[in-house]
């Protein structure tokens, strides 16, 4: 038997992780969330000129945009009425409905605001290839895994609403130049992602109830944050100082 059987044999008859020992597991995950790279860092300490700005929202723009096919796919994938009545408004939040302009328009008017108009934004000509490539397996591992692992994945949104609170905190000090009204996104998701991580993290605990499947729910997380860490260094290296 190979070291990696053998690993894998012993998961899957070890115990499993209580509900809380697992939840506490998968938060723990949150030390390797992007705001923590050395680019965000800077970023919200007030460290980045106006063009590394107007390249983070351009590349930023990218994986919004991809959210809504993201998230339809996972409905695609799940047969459960119920997941899906509560999953789709997901898609609803960034494409909008009426009386909400969703959060893709919002990350427009994020655009506006830093001196990069919408009709330039929407070319998607500054996408860094390496954005593009990991927002894109991001969409395609959506697609092709069971839809409670595509769920699982999306649990980052744990750590999210803090980056939020910074950006809303630290970006009028440190760039008055950009205008307050395109931070209305930032202000949005504070409330959207802590409505979204009570029903992942439901699907996700009740789900992954075997050692190995806890495991392996731990990588689908780590997954997903490699992807966020990875478009970082992509825009990092195509906009330096």
């Given amino acids: 038997m190979s070291a990696q059987s053998a690993q894998s044999a012993q998961s899957e008859t070890a115990k499993p992780w209580t509900r809380d020992e697992f939840e506490a597991q998968l938060r723990a995950k949150g030390a390797g969330y992007h705001i923590h790279h050395p680019f965000n860092v800077k970023m919200t300490a007030g460290g980045c000129s106006r063009e590394q700005i107007r390249g983070w929202v351009a590349n930023r723009y990218y994986y919004q945009i991809n959210l809504p096919l993201k998230d339809a796919a996972i409905l695609s994938n799940c047969p459960d009425r119920e997941t899906r009545r509560r999953w789709v408004q997901r898609v609803l939040d960034h494409d909008g409905h009426a009386g909400d302009e969703g959060g893709i328009a919002a990350w427009e008017r994020l655009g506006d605001a830093v001196g990069l108009p919408r009709d330039e934004l929407r070319t998607l000509k500054r996408v860094a290839p390496g954005v593009r490539f990991a927002v894109d397996a991001y969409v395609n591992f959506a697609r092709r895994a069971p839809w409670q692992e595509a769920v699982c994945s999306?649990?980052?949104?744990?750590?999210?609403?803090?980056?939020?609170?910074?950006?809303?905190?630290?970006?009028?000090?440190?760039?008055?130049?950009?205008?307050a009204e395109g931070l209305a996104y930032f202000r949005s998701r504070v409330a959207l992602a802590e409505r979204d991580v009570e029903h992942g993290l439901e699907v996700t605990l009740n789900h992954f109830t075997r050692r190995?499947?806890?495991?392996?729910?731990?990588?689908?997380?780590?997954?997903?944050?490699?992807?966020?860490?990875?478009m970082l260094d992509a825009i990092e290296k195509a906009f330096p100082i």
């Fill in 154 to 179: 999306s649990l980052t949104e744990m750590f999210a609403p803090q980056i939020h609170r910074d950006r809303l905190a630290t970006w009028p000090e440190h760039y008055p130049w950009i205008d």
């Fill in 212 to 230: 190995d499947q806890q495991e392996r729910a731990l990588d689908i997380l780590q997954f997903k944050l490699d992807i966020l860490w990875t």
